[in-house]
């Protein structure tokens, strides 16, 4: 080859040398002989063996290390090859008896010799490498070494060129022409060797991610075939899981779904079978989880142990409790809408790859579609039976005879009561509303809401007294299927239906004591969990509690808890029994006779006054209630346009509720009259002008100087809507049902 350099050892600095692949003369170099051509084709034979043996560089480069130690003599055998997408020289393999290099070392073309060999297609020698100034960081790497001279010649294949291979020697000037000349005959091999070498690697590269596409999409159709196969969400999980499993190995497979409401996540399906500290449908916070981080993040996170043990959350604790030494957690994203996340852990050390977490990443695509169909799914599926339930409850509401109208009754004690309604309803206050039975609790729990802001929502009732104790838990929050005995399916309590409305707690008093703590929590926290369910349900609920029992003695005998008496007693009011306001009597008597007339297809025009008077006397233990039973079957009983009403009966039957004469009542009805009046008897704001503008007798005794209807009923031509309450006519928009029966 033309161009060749003869490098003089003298005492100026060494140059690098271009020596020829034309044969030179053979000059002496310390003792070195000329191999024989036998010898030199023996070692062409044993490299042409060794590369035939070898299918990787560091142990091909090992053995020719050992065979080319007979052509020249080099303590250091170094592999460099070129890298076209980076155009860098890297050093790839060292065969040495102790190399002391244990990184990488990638350079530019023109700062390695190897790459101007690459260049050049032609050898580079340095006889001396601390007096080389060219290439310094080489330099520095040989000298630490030991090495104190070195050779690189290209490498090339009939394809493409490769890199260079390096020798180099403790000795300076170790290399003479002869040597490289020698060198030169081998590397062909060598190239060939190498090449073919670098091939293979690349063949089993891509053997290799063939697989794993192949595996990835074995394992995507699984999933999609598990999506299809499986209705249940539980059961598409444990598949989904298991395919999983074989192409990722792990031991922890989690869904995590994100409830937006309580900014946290609930774990939906877990598959591990570990300690139980990490279960189902627990509540997992967003900031400081796994499950957190991957979600706040948007993309794949890999955890290890060190990661775990740096969350704040107690989710991380629990996973280390149960051994968990790493993760990778991947976000569920459908349209740019994060529902939740995929989690999967190891017990073992072995971090996750970035290929796992792409694999992972396939698979979570595919889930985020299943977790928002199930999402919408279960929100159909709880409004479906939420409306069946409101659907059937409802009828039942229109089967109820309750159809008034309007207020019956404009006592001053009514309006009392009527004035609280008008001052709580508006807020979302809890009311508890006493009084004895039959007054009409209910219609006042029904004015509540029906002039609240939940009006258009559902009002749902529940009498605490009528349900046997072991199912009252099941009526207030529901049941899951199989949570006991008989629940052979899912039932939605009537808190749940009660959601953003109101519930009206009938005979709260009667609530066993066992169960309050759980009424008491909805109460506070708005919140519950349905029986044989571990997941929580959150309510907006307006609760309107009713009872005939002193909840204050109840409290002080330890049969009520006093801190649920406290929170159901924010704003109590107190229903008067019919008694208290005997002025009603006569408004409620015309009201029940013209309703039970019109239900039996009947015309009564008239009531008798000596039957309003006996009415009016009689004391009504059974308040409200009573006096509609008696009214009804007086229509019963009535053929003509008067209404016959046995008054002997109610003679029979007056039991005053002082337990005192008629006398001591009609006392008792004037000296209220008198206290109403601040004790003032005549002028227009007297006592005897509001008993004679109210249309009633002198006293509610009304008896021997009642002998025509005309002094026990209103004109005839005030009817029973004309006679409404005072309340009602201040609010003429105001149409509430107020039925006082209960």
């Not at 051509?37 to 490299?47: E, F, G, K, S």
């Not at 074989?246 to 409830?259: C, G, K, P, Q, W």
């Not at 509540?448 to 009732?461: C, N, Q």
Request: hydrophobic share 40%.
């Amino acid at each position: 080859m033309q161009g060749r350099l003869e490098i003089t050892i003298r005492d100026e600095p060494p140059t690098m040398r271009d020596v020829s692949v034309k044969k030179p003369p053979l000059a002496a170099h310390r003792g070195a002989g000329t191999a024989a051509p036998a010898d030199l084709n023996r070692t062409l034979l044993d490299v042409s063996r060794s590369t035939a043996a070898h299918r990787d560089l560091p142990s091909l480069l090992r053995d020719l290390r050992r065979v080319l130690r007979g052509v020249a003599r080099f303590d250091r055998l170094a592999l460099v090859l070129h890298d076209p997408a980076r155009d860098v020289m890297c050093l790839h393999t060292i065969a040495a008896a102790h190399p002391a290099l244990r990184t990488t070392v990638e350079l530019p073309p023109p700062e390695s010799p190897s790459g101007v060999a690459w260049q050049t297609q032609r050898p580079v020698v340095v006889s001396s490498v601390a007096r080389d100034t060219r290439f310094p960081r080489v330099a520095e790497i040989l000298a630490a070494e030991g090495m104190r001279s070195f050779c690189v010649l290209p490498l090339t294949s009939s394809l493409r060129r490769l890199g260079a291979l390096g020798f180099a020697s403790a000795e300076e000037d170790a290399f003479a022409e002869a040597d490289v000349e020698r060198l030169q005959q081998v590397t062909g091999q060598v190239a060939l060797a190498v090449d073919n070498t670098l091939h293979h690697e690349a063949a089993q590269d891509a053997q290799q991610e063939l697989a794993r596409e192949r595996d990835r999409l074995r394992l995507l159709l699984e999933v999609n075939n598990a999506l299809v196969s499986n209705l249940e969400p539980r059961a598409l999980f444990s598949a989904i899981a298991a395919c999983l499993r074989r192409v990722v190995s792990h031991d922890y497979t989690s869904l995590a779904v994100y409830d937006p409401k309580r900014n946290a996540f609930d774990m939906s399906a877990i598959e591990f079978a570990g300690k139980g500290f990490v279960k189902e449908h627990m509540s997992v916070p967003l900031d400081g989880s796994p499950a957190g981080t991957a979600f706040a993040a948007g993309r794949p996170v890999r955890l290890e142990r060190a990661d775990l043990e740096g969350l704040s959350a107690e989710v991380a604790r629990l996973l280390l409790a149960e051994g968990i030494q790493s993760m990778c957690c991947v976000p569920l994203t459908v349209h740019d809408r994060r529902l939740g996340t995929l989690n999967i852990g190891r017990l073992g050390s072995e971090p996750f790859t970035a290929e796992d977490a792409e694999l992972l990443a396939g698979v979570a695509n595919q889930v985020a579609f299943s977790v928002e169909n199930a999402l919408a799914f279960q929100e159909i599926a709880e409004l479906k039976d939420r409306l069946a339930a409101e659907k059937v409850y409802l009828e039942d509401e229109l089967r109820t005879d309750y159809n008034f109208e309007e207020i019956i009754g404009d006592s001053p004690a009514l309006k009392r009561v009527l004035h609280q309604v008008e001052t709580v309803a508006p807020t979302d206050s809890a009311v508890l509303v006493g009084g004895e039975t039959g007054t009409g609790k209910e219609l006042i729990a029904r004015a509540i809401h029906d002039l609240s802001r939940r009006r258009e929502r559902t009002f749902v009732k529940i009498n605490c007294a009528a349900i046997p104790t072991g199912l009252l838990e099941s009526e207030l929050f529901g049941h899951e299927r199989g949570a006991f005995t008989g629940a052979i399916a899912q039932r939605i309590g009537r808190f749940e239906l009660a959601d953003g409305g109101t519930i009206f707690l009938d005979e709260v008093g009667d609530i066993p004591l066992e169960l309050q703590p759980k009424l008491l929590r909805v109460l506070q926290e708005q919140e519950f969990e349905r029986l044989g369910s571990t997941r929580t349900k959150r309510v907006d609920v307006r609760v309107v509690a009713a009872t005939n029992r002193n909840l204050e003695e109840m409290v002080a005998a330890r049969s009520f808890r006093n801190d649920l008496y406290y929170r159901l007693d924010v704003f109590p009011i107190t229903l008067p029994p019919l008694r208290e306001r005997p002025e009603d009597i006569p408004h409620l008597v015309r009201y029940f006779a013209q309703k039970f007339a019109r239900r039996m297809k009947k015309r009564i025009d008239t009531i008798p006054g000596d039957a309003m008077a006996a009415l009016c006397r009689y004391a009504w233990p059974g308040n409200v209630r009573e006096l509609e039973n008696a009214i009804e079957r007086a229509v019963i009983l009535t053929s003509g346009p008067a209404l016959c009403v046995a008054v002997s009966e109610f003679h029979a039957r007056a039991v005053p509720a002082s337990g005192g004469t008629l006398e001591a009542t009609e006392r008792e009805a004037i000296v209220r009259r008198l206290r109403e009046s601040n004790w003032v008897l005549g002028g227009p704001h007297g006592a005897a002008r509001a008993w004679a503008s109210s249309g009633r007798p002198c006293s509610p005794g009304c008896g021997s100087s009642a002998s025509t209807a005309t002094r026990c009923e209103p004109p005839a031509d005030i009817s029973a809507r004309d006679d409404m309450s005072a309340w009602s006519r201040g609010h003429p928009r105001r149409r509430v049902a107020l039925n006082p029966l209960m």
